[in-house]
Nanobody, 122 residues
Framework: QLQLVESGGGLVQPGGSLRLSCAAS????????IGWFRRAPGKEREGVSC????????NYADSVKGRFTISRDNAKNTVFLQMNDVKPEDTAVYYC???????????????WGKGTLVTVSS
C-alpha cells in the first residue's frame, strides 16, 4: 500500500521548535518533489514549503521564511520540516504530499498523508 505518514506534531509553546517527519511506505520518495501543507481552523489549505527530489531546490511561504527549514534524507525515505520560533498562527494540521514531478511545487500532488496536528499555545 502506497502511503505517506506524518509524525512529530504536538503542543508547543510560542517561540519553541518542532520537527515534523514525512515517511513513505510502499514507494520511494527519491524521485518525487515533496510539499508540506497546512490547514488552520476555518482557513483554506496552504502550501508551507516544498523541496525537489534532489533537495537542490526549496521554496517557502512568506509566513514561514526564516523560521522553517525543509530537508530530506532519501536514504531514509523521509522528508523533514524543522519549525523554529513557532507562533500561535502556525497552529494547523500539517500534511505532506508527493508531487507527480521531481520539482519543488505546491501543485499537482499525487500522494497525500493524513496529517499531524501542531498546536502552538502557552
Amino acid at each position: 500500500q502506497l502511503q505517506l505518514v506524518e509524525s512529530g506534531g504536538g503542543l508547543v509553546q510560542p517561540g519553541g521548535s518542532l520537527r515534523l517527519s514525512c515517511a513513505a511506505s510502499g514507494f520511494t520518495l527519491n524521485y518525487y518533489g515533496i510539499g508540506w501543507f497546512r490547514r488552520a481552523p476555518g482557513k483554506e489549505r496552504e502550501g508551507v514549503s516544498c523541496i525537489s527530489s534532489s533537495g537542490g531546490s526549496t521554496n517557502y511561504a512568506d509566513s514561514v521564511k526564516g523560521r522553517f527549514t525543509i530537508s530530506r534524507d532519501n536514504a531514509k525515505n523521509t522528508v523533514f520540516l524543522q519549525m523554529n520560533d513557532v507562533k500561535p498562527e502556525d497552529t494547523a494540521v500539517y500534511y505532506c504530499a508527493a508531487s507527480y514531478s521531481n520539482r519543488c511545487s505546491f501543485d499537482g500532488m499525487r500522494y497525500w498523508g493524513k496529517g499531524t496536528l501542531v498546536t502552538v499555545s502557552s
